[in-house]
Nanobody, 115 residues
């Protein structure tokens, strides 16, 4: 059984910084792409950042230049570094991992940005 464990939750003020981590466990032989989605209150879940096994990154326009995704393959951990946080970054953040078995999701962690 594959499980993803996220850090958090986090409560910060704008424009503070917050980092999230997500560690995969279970019988995984290969991790391909990893990434993060988020779901603000009353809105749909959308992609925040993605990182391919080859190192290609993708970011939502709203977070470009502020957020950064990275991974440590040996530790099966991915990170989301969030800088210059804004009120509109408040959301539940979900990590995902693509493996040879398919895509798995974390349980979600609340990030609240409030002045």
């Amino acid at each position: 059984q594959v499980q993803l464990q996220e850090s958090g939750p986090g409560l910060v003020k704008p424009p503070q910084t917050l980092s999230l981590s997500c560690t995969s466990s279970g019988n995984i032989r290969r991790i391909d792409a990893v990434g993060w989605h988020r779901q603000p209150p009353g809105k749909q879940r959308d992609l925040v950042a993605a990182l391919s096994s080859g190192g290609t990154t993708e970011y939502a326009d709203s977070v470009k230049g502020r957020f950064s995704i990275s991974r440590n393959n040996a530790e099966r951990t991915q990170y989301l570094y969030m800088n210059s946080l804004k009120l509109e970054d408040t959301a539940v953040y979900y990590c995902y991992t693509d493996t040879e078995l398919g895509r798995y999701w974390g349980q979600g962690t609340q990030v609240t940005v409030s002045s």
